[in-house]
């Protein structure tokens, strides 16, 4: 695989990104810092949304003021839109990812078996 050749694997284990040869010991884990680094990449994608989104716009406005090119204008604004949405799903995921790393803070806090139930 080419991910192989260039001698990179992405291991996801309990939200943790670790580097090829590097084994995950179950340690300690920064859940501040996993929560911080996902709330950033979140950001990173509302950023790219927004930014994909106005390009879209700004296309859609050169294809009806430039009418020669406006096909060019349409394509450019189609593929900036579907950037726009994909941005929109790694932010979503990004949010998953900040909340599944609350979620495990809390139980390594609070233990699996350690629920307050009303009734």
């Not at 080419?2 to 943790?16: D, I, R």
């Not at 680094?37 to 003021?65: D, F, N, P, S």
């Not at 609350?102 to 629920?115: C, L, P, Q, T, V």
Request: no cysteine.
């Amino acid at each position: 695989m080419a991910e192989e050749k260039q001698g990179h694997h992405h291991h996801h284990l309990h939200l943790h990104h670790h580097k090829e040869g590097e084994e995950y010991s179950g340690g300690d884990v920064d859940y501040e810092k996993e929560k911080k680094h996902h709330k950033h990449l979140e950001h990173l994608g509302e950023l790219g949304v927004a930014a994909a989104g106005a390009y879209a716009l700004h296309e859609k406005h050169e294809a009806k003021k430039d009418s020669e090119h406006s096909h060019g204008h349409k394509i450019k604004e189609e593929v900036a839109a579907a950037v726009a949405v994909g941005a929109g799903g790694f932010v979503l995921h990004e949010h998953h990812e900040k909340k599944e790393a609350k979620r495990e803070e809390k139980e390594a806090h609070h233990g699996k078996d350690h629920h307050h139930h009303l009734f």
